[in-house]
């Protein structure tokens, strides 16, 4: 058995740490030890190598530390990759080689996968040691045997040599020992005391006084390193080194781990009454009976490296009465000495005053001490001297004879010190040792009864002399159990219990295990070597006899709880011995490397071992119930017990013993015995799992793993949850220990571990209440469980879970959403909790220690236990060994940084009890790991959730699982979460090949109708990541639109519904992103974001950039090939993307827009209504948002009393919904209505498309669209319309309101509605019957010249306002808009109307042109040369064209004479017709007409002339009116103070120059035109006499006499005006 690691047997030896030269034995000890059982057991206790079992406590290689890569998670106005890129590259190559070393090395084979496993950076700093030593009752390696371990820095200081004398001068020897602290083990900090040294001092060593002092010049310093028993050696075992031997070892309360047995001999004084030069002789004789007979070689030499000496010499003793001595002699004694043993000191005196070179030593007396009688001897020995030695020296009678010096005085004092770990002090440890070597010789009765009272009295055995010989005694006792008769097994279990549990009651360390016991069974034990039947069955044997006794009802006495406290002992006894037994039948039978095979117990011994493990289980549940503590380490005991069997025994017969427990503790059991089920099985599983051991259904793979997959979802449903969070850590620290195991990296290991485990995501989904039942915590540690089960999970098991049903596949999908939820990575200011302030109640709760909400709970403690250290430059032992490790993982900090302190700080702040107070707390570096850990872990998370669905994707597209296929509501669930979570930069990467994989499968499923609202969150996000500044993420969400785009092609061949989608999710969109920012001058201007957007939606439709983006995103260039299932051509069409791009940017623009005229919205409402107006026509594919920015527009308008234009609005919304309606055929109206409405609000679509149907999508629909809403906003328009007197509207709406009251027989409403007909046409009537025609407004042109307007600039638009604004009116009004948006600019107003020009107006003077403009009815002739008159017609209030008349002169005068006097006729037509949704509308066309002098004055006249006609011809309801306006024409036709107008006409072109210029058809048409006024004038006077009365009849003559006073006038320039009047 040579290593388990070479020869694959799980026992190793280590040879014991061998004594040098100085402290072997020989020959003494190599004497025949077989007559002497018990010397024999020392020796082989002291002497065998420690066998040491690879199995006990686990295997475990760590993959070694794994290296997290920083993850990028950008915001819309973050572009952190790109900073990093800029801060690589300015470091150096090598630095970059490096990184790409350390991090090629982290994390495990992920070629198959999207991303690394998330288990890692969950528990970044898993220690199995650290988590196994959690468990209670854990078993703790003693790693190191040797448990005081020191450096010792020896100083020699040789003595002076006097040359003249030959002899050296007495000198005083200071031994100076220097201890230094070491970091690896305990140190005693303790001085050392009684130290036996064993050197050369340097020159004679037979001289010395040891009382006068002497100069040092001369040090020599060694290193010592002292072993457990005591021996000190300097540096390495060479001939020359230094020995030391610490006395204290023989009184210290430990075991002798090393085999010593000597005695040191101190001879002090001897007292003579003249001056000698003294010297003494030691020797160790046999007996006295022959004294020729040479003493044994046993005399150690000062001299390193000799052998054994048979006498030794202690130095000179110079010119003293009382010789004193300092020597030290160390004598080796026999394994076992006789009453003859003896110690023979002989004194020579030299004599040094002769000039003899060598004097030759004469002897002067002799003492001798028996070994037997002072051996044990603590306290001085005084001795007299014989003069000579005779035969038989020890005798009494021989000592009564001889004769003694100084008159047989005890003059010779010494001291001697025993150090022996073979020969024991106590008497009855000797006693029991007579008696086993009595018992193994048989030499001894048969019954032994010697043997058993010598075990008796083992119990009152000193505690220091037990402890010491521990290991022998121990030995002996499991000799006897295993060999004795049934009498000796009782006799000696229930004294080794006994000796156990004193050792246990004494431990120093008050451990659960002693260390002492520790060892013994680790190292020491080893069955006897093979050399006698194992232990185990004597053992097993006779415990379970006691236990049987004890369940029978027996009184067994107080002994079976100490039996109970010590069973593990018992137990890894019997496993170790059962172990090394299996070892050594196939030890010779073993091919190299491989495992020795489990071996088949006896039934016999199995029978016994299966009633002792029922009686410990009784034992366990009946005091668990009593709450006894002993139970539970009880219960670990038997715990570990299965845990070894399962490397030793065959595991069905484990199986039996683990069945056997899970019997007693079955289902859900009180909460202390349901925490001993939990440790019973959390330490049964530390094993390996793989070990295979069918349970009672053969279908079993591996029973321990089915039965852990049970219990722990019991668990979780147990009502204690302190219960469910053990289960879950049990859990996750298991998969831990498979995935950071170097030996199961293989693919087919981690397949194994996760069908192991998959049972356990089975039964979670088929009892998800469980699940959702518990906390946070423990949620994310059975989520971290699933991911790492599902990763290594092969395709067919996935699959055929997938199989079973629609419910079940949607419930394993709610895992994985819920994995998204609880392991996303907050946003820095998420993670702000409230009660971080000091003043918070929160402050006052209980201090967490929770880090990190994320992370496995073994974080949380790992970072309390940092944040209590002090953090200095370098690791130090005083900070412990927790910075040792945390330093490994982080670079060590460049500052010193108390994080004790800040933790202090921190608590008495009272901001203990917040995450983020407590993170705050940490180191710098820690808090930087901490939240690499959790970027880690989310990006780990997210990819492996992608992953699933890229593989669920694949079934789906084969129909091979059971899911919804109609809606696939399990991708689209995902998809929704991921998207709208934060995620890293390496997610987008690995998203969009899957995104666009999922939409080649399953397109058409993901479009339809019923994904409405998978397929709006969807396209939000993708234009929410539009606007992300990172140049990835927003490429990548460029080409998720176009994805979108080409599924849109592929299933409908258009994309008119996901324009509508589009539209709507652009509209929330800007309700979230910020589209302007401030400048420096406080103006607003379009921020970054908008920006970035603009680009995004222009780049969707670059055909330029789209083959290298798709490339550059990991897509191939055939990804936007969009072609359907019946036709194979590709439907894609970069116009209509085009189109689609451009509705997109306009809403875009629109929102923008009205944005930056957030600041002047309430102070130029036209520019507010516009920007409403922009809105509602940007978002018009959408009817809800359409209609809704109209109904904004409408109460804009009202507050501006602009009610035609309100009116307008809400005519505007009736028309959207009556569209859809007429488009689902609903019955009510038709196309004609619809016709009827563009009439009045020609803005209503003509078109009835389905556009409005498609927009049914989540909270945007076309259901929303009834008859109901369209009756109430045609009311409303006719409300608003009322006010603003444009009754003709009325009618009009009236007319489409009442079919639908019609069809529903709804009488009452249709009375009323014919009751407002009546009123609205007598109000027609009442406008028309008006002598003052009646105008509804008042219309302005506005001509904006000047940079400072920004859009406006060199643009015209006619303005429509109420009735009663002026010209001055307006022009104030437009100059307060924009004087306070000029920012020092001029801003004039042009004063007429002339044609501008602006390239010649001051560039530093913003201008207005004012211009008041008349409306032009639809067939007006704008060619006539008269004069333009009213009333219009109240039937003609749609106005789309405009004119205005400027008089000029050819000359370039201002004004001039009729003659002179020009006209230029404007006219501009306007984008729409007034009363549109808006104030104002450009002008997008401008006519001129020039009228020449004489064409102005014919027109005049012919004006006056229609006019009086007019009055003639019209009827009237009252000969009154008809007076009245008849009065009023002649009297401003022909009265004498008036007769100037026509008779300046006269004058001007009839008479003089200006009548030689006029052509004759000029002057034709001048004359007629006069002719005709006249005779119409003559005809009007008639008619006025006969409609006056007798108070009129002088205003008839002054009319009379004004008109023949005219036609004289007139005479004098048309004669012929006589003949014709």
Same mark, same amino acid.
């Given at each position: ?778 949620? @994310? /540690?059975? &989520?971290?469980? +699933? %991911?790492?089960?599902?990763?290594? $999970?092969?395709?067919?098991? =996935?699959?055929? !879970? ?116 407590? @993170? /705050?707390? &940490?180191?710098? +570096? %820690?808090?930087?790991?901490?939240? $690499?850990?959790?970027?880690? =872990?989310?990006? !780990? ?122 539209? +709507? ?557």
């Amino acid at each position: 058995m040579e290593t388990a690691s070479t020869s694959g047997l799980r026992f190793r030896r280590i040879p014991r740490q061998s004594f040098s030269n100085c402290f072997k034995m020989e020959p003494l000890l190599d004497e025949n030890l077989e007559q002497w059982p018990h010397l024999n057991e020392l020796v082989q206790s002291y002497g065998a190598d420690w066998v040491k079992d690879e199995y006990k406590y686990g295997h475990y290689e760590n993959v070694g530390s794994i290296a997290f890569q920083n993850q990028v998670f950008e915001g819309p106005n973050t572009d952190v990759e790109t900073e990093i890129e800029l801060a690589n590259a300015r470091r150096t190559r090598a630095q970059l080689s490096t990184e790409e070393e350390v991090s090629s090395t982290s994390g495990s084979n992920c070629l198959q996968h999207l991303g690394e496993s998330p288990l890692p950076a969950y528990e970044p700093v898993f220690d199995w040691d650290n988590e196994r030593s959690a468990i209670f009752g854990q078993r703790v390696p003693v790693n190191n045997i040797v448990q005081y371990t020191r450096f010792l820095l020896w100083t020699l200081v040789p003595p002076n040599f006097d040359p003249k004398r030959k002899i050296h001068k007495p000198v005083k020897g200071i031994l100076r020992l220097e201890i230094e602290k070491l970091q690896c083990g305990q140190v005693d900090e303790k001085s050392f005391e009684n130290r036996s040294t064993n050197g050369d001092f340097g020159g004679h060593p037979n001289i010395s006084d040891g009382r006068k002092n002497a100069d040092f010049d001369v040090h020599s310093s060694y290193g010592a390193v002292l072993d457990r028993n005591g021996s000190v050696s300097l540096g390495d075992s060479d001939t020359n080194d230094f020995q030391a031997f610490d006395f204290r070892i023989t009184s210290r309360n430990e075991p002798f781990l090393q085999l010593f047995h000597c005695l040191y001999v101190y001879p002090l004084s001897v007292s003579m009454t003249r001056k000698r030069n003294l010297f003494i002789r030691v020797e160790l004789r046999k007996d006295d009976a022959d004294l020729r007979k040479p003493p044994l070689e046993a005399m150690h030499p000062r001299e390193p490296g000799s052998t054994l000496q048979k006498c030794a010499e202690t130095q000179v003793a110079v010119g003293a009465r009382v010789a004193c001595y300092h020597d030290e002699i160390k004598v080796s004694l026999p394994a076992i000495w006789t009453p003859t043993h003896h110690l023979l000191f002989t004194l020579f005196h030299v004599d040094l005053q002769t000039k003899i070179e060598s004097p030759k030593p004469v002897v002067v007396g002799y003492a001798s001490l028996p070994l037997s009688a002072y051996a044990q001897s603590k306290s001085e020995i005084s001795l007299p001297l014989m003069q000579e030695l005779v035969p038989h020296y020890l005798q009494d009678t021989s000592r009564e004879r001889a004769d003694y010096l100084e008159d047989g005085k005890n003059v010779f004092r010494l001291r001697l010190r025993l150090c022996s770990s073979l020969y024991p002090i106590s008497e009855r440890i000797r006693d029991f040792f007579l008696e086993y070597d009595r018992h193994i010789l048989r030499t001894s009765p048969p019954w032994g009864s010697e043997l058993l009272e010598a075990i008796n009295s083992l119990k009152n055995v000193d505690s220091t002399a037990l402890l010491q010989f521990l290991q022998p005694i121990l030995n002996m006792l499991l000799h006897l159990i295993g060999n004795g008769g049934e009498t000796l097994q009782v006799a000696a279990f229930r004294a080794m219990v006994n000796i156990l549990t004193r050792v246990q009651q004494e431990s120093v360390d008050d451990g659960e295990r002693n260390i002492f016991l520790v060892n013994y069974v680790d190292f020491a034990f080893d069955d006897f070597g093979g050399r006698q039947p194992p232990v185990y069955p004597g053992l097993a044997t006779v415990w379970g006899s006691l236990a049987r006794s004890k369940a029978k009802g027996y009184r067994v006495g107080p002994v079976y709880d100490d039996v109970l406290a010590m069973a593990w002992f018992f137990l890894e006894l019997i496993v170790k011995s059962m172990a090394l037994e299996q070892t050594r039948l196939f030890y010779h039978n073993l091919p190299s490397g491989e495992d020795v095979p489990p071996m088949q117990l006896k039934e016999g011994v199995f029978r016994c071992i299966m009633q002792l493990y029922d009686c410990l289980l009784t034992e366990v549940h009946e005091r668990c119930k009593k709450g006894l503590g002993l139970a539970k380490y009880l219960n670990s005991g038997l715990s570990f017990f299965c845990y070894d069997l399962l490397s030793t025994i065959e595991p069905r017969q484990v199986f039996e013993l683990v069945s056997l427990y899970l019997d007693k503790f079955c289902g859900v059991c009180q909460p202390v015995l349901h925490d001993c089920k939990l440790t019973f099985l959390q330490i049964l599983c530390d094993h390996d799992l793989f070990v295979e051991m069918p349970g009672r259904d053969p279908s079993d793979r591996n029973y321990i793993s089915s039965i852990l997959v049970q219990e722990i979802f019991l668990t979780w449903d147990h009502e204690d949850l302190s219960m469910r969070a053990k289960a879950a850590r049990i859990l996750v620290e298991l998969l831990c220990k498979h995935e950071f195991d170097l030996r199961y990296q293989k693919m087919e290991d981690k397949l194994y571990i996760a069908q192991l485990y998959f049972p356990l995501v089975s039964q979670i989904l088929d009892e998800m209440p469980v699940f959702y039942n518990m906390g946070s915590s423990e949620k @994310r /540690e059975v &989520l971290i469980a +699933i %991911l790492q089960i599902i990763r290594n $999970l092969d395709d067919a098991s =996935l699959i055929k !879970a997938w199989q079973q049903s629609i419910a079940r596949t949607r419930l394993f999908f709610k895992l994985l959403e819920e994995c998204l939820i609880h392991f996303e990575q907050s946003k820095p200011d998420d993670t702000l909790l409230m009660g971080s302030s000091s003043r918070s109640p929160l402050g006052d709760k209980p201090f967490s220690s929770k880090y990190s909400e994320r992370l496995s709970p073994a974080i949380n403690q790992y970072l309390l236990e940092a944040a209590r250290q002090e953090v200095g430059p370098q690791g130090t032992p005083e900070n412990g060994y927790l910075w040792q490790r945390v330093n490994s993982q982080l670079s060590s900090p460049s500052q010193p940084y108390s994080l004790r302190e800040a933790l202090a700080q921190a608590q008495s702040s009272r901001i203990g009890a917040s995450t983020q107070a407590l @993170r /705050e707390s &940490l180191h710098p +570096i %820690l808090r930087q790991k901490l939240e $690499l850990w959790e970027e880690n =872990l989310s990006a !780990a998370v997210s990819l492996q959730v992608l992953e699933i669905i890229e593989k669920f994707s694949g079934a789906v597209a084969s129909r091979a699982i059971a899911t919804d296929y109609g809606k696939l509501d399990c991708i689209t669930s995902i998809f929704m979460i991921v998207f709208s979570h934060n995620q890293p930069l390496a997610f987008w990467k690995a998203m969009f090949p899957v995104f666009n994989n999922v939409f080649e499968r399953h397109g058409a499923t993901l479009m339809s109708r019923e994904n409405d609202r998978f397929l709006k969150q969807i396209a939000f996000h993708l234009l929410r990541l539009g606007v992300f500044r990172n140049e990835n993420i927003r490429k990548r969400a460029v080409i998720g639109l176009q994805i979108l785009v080409r599924s849109s092609f592929s299933y409908f061949t258009q994309t008119a519904r996901l324009r509508v989608v589009l539209t +709507i999710t652009m509209s929330e969109l800007m309700s979230e992103v910020q589209v302007t920012h401030m400048k420096t001058d406080g103006t607003l201007e379009e921020s970054g974001e908008a920006h970035r957007l603009r680009k995004s939606l222009e780049e969707m439709a670059d055909e330029s950039k789209s083959f290298s983006v798709l490339k550059e995103c990991g897509l191939p260039e055939t990804a936007l090939v969009s072609s359907s299932e019946q036709l194979s051509d590709n439907h894609w069409s970069w116009s209509e993307v085009k189109v689609l791009s451009d509705s997109l940017l306009l809403a875009l623009d629109a929102s923008l827009e009205h944005a930056l005229l957030a600041s002047v919205m309430t102070v130029d409402r036209y520019a507010a209504a516009e920007s409403f107006y922009k809105l509602a026509m940007a978002f018009a594919p959408v009817p809800d948002l359409h209609i809704m920015w109209l109904l904004h527009l409408c109460d804009a308008h009202q507050e501006m009393q602009s009610w035609a234009e309100a009116a307008q609005c809400a005519v505007a919304v009736a028309g959207v919904v009556m569209l859809a309606l007429v488009y689902r055929n609903d019955g009510v109206w038709s196309s004609d209505h619809v016709s009827a409405l563009r009439k009045i609000c020609p803005m209503v679509s003509g078109e009835i498309t389905c556009e409005a149907s498609a927009a049914e999508v989540e909270g945007y629909g076309a259901s929303k669209l009834t008859v109901e809403s369209a009756v109430k906003y045609l009311q409303l328009a006719n409300k608003l319309f009322s006010q603003a007197e444009l009754h003709h509207f009325c009618a009009s709406i009236l007319e489409l309101v009442i079919p639908v009251y019609k069809s529903r027989r709804a009488y009452g409403q249709l009375a009323k509605c014919h009751t407002m007909l009546t009123n609205i046409y007598e109000s027609i009537l009442e406008q028309e019957s008006s002598p003052i025609p009646f105008a509804d407004a008042t219309y302005y042109r506005v001509g904006f010249y000047g940079e400072k307007f920004g859009k406006l600039d060199r643009k015209e638009y006619v303005y429509r306002e109420a009735r009663d604004v002026r010209l001055g009116d307006i022009m104030e009004k437009l100059s307060h808009i924009y004087e306070s948006r000029m920012d020092g600019t001029t801003l004039h107003i042009i004063p007429d109307s002339r044609q501008v020009k602006a390239d010649e107006l001051q560039a530093e003077v913003c201008y207005l042109q004012i211009t008041a403009v008349d409306p032009v009815m639809e067939d007006e002739d704008l060619g006539s040369r008269r004069e333009r008159t009213f009333p219009l017609s109240v039937r003609a209030r749609v106005f789309d064209r405009f004119l205005f008349d400027t008089p000029f002169t050819k000359n370039g005068k201002t004004q001039g004479g009729l003659e002179d006097q020009w006209k230029r006729r404007t006219v501009v037509h306007t984008d729409g017709s007034f009363p549109a949704l808006v104030n104002r509308l450009q002008v997008i066309k401008s006519e001129s007409l020039e009228f020449s002098p004489v064409e102005n004055a014919i027109g005049m006249i012919e004006t006056r002339t229609a006019a009086l006609r007019n009055e003639l011809e019209e009827p009237r309801s009252s000969e009154g009116d008809q007076l009245q306006s008849l009065q009023r024409i002649l009297q401003g036709s022909v009265a004498v103070q008036v007769n100037s107008g026509v008779l300046s006409v006269c004058t001007a072109f009839l008479s003089g120059e200006p009548a030689t210029r006029l052509r004759s058809q000029e002057l034709q048409q001048l004359i007629a035109a006069l002719l005709e006024f006249m005779a119409v004038c003559k005809r009007a006077i008639r008619v006025h006499f006969r409609l006056i009365g007798d108070e009129d009849e002088e205003f008839h003559t002054q009319l009379v006499n004004g008109f023949q006073s005219l036609t004289a006038e007139l005479s004098h320039y048309i004669p012929a005006i006589l003949s014709e009047l």
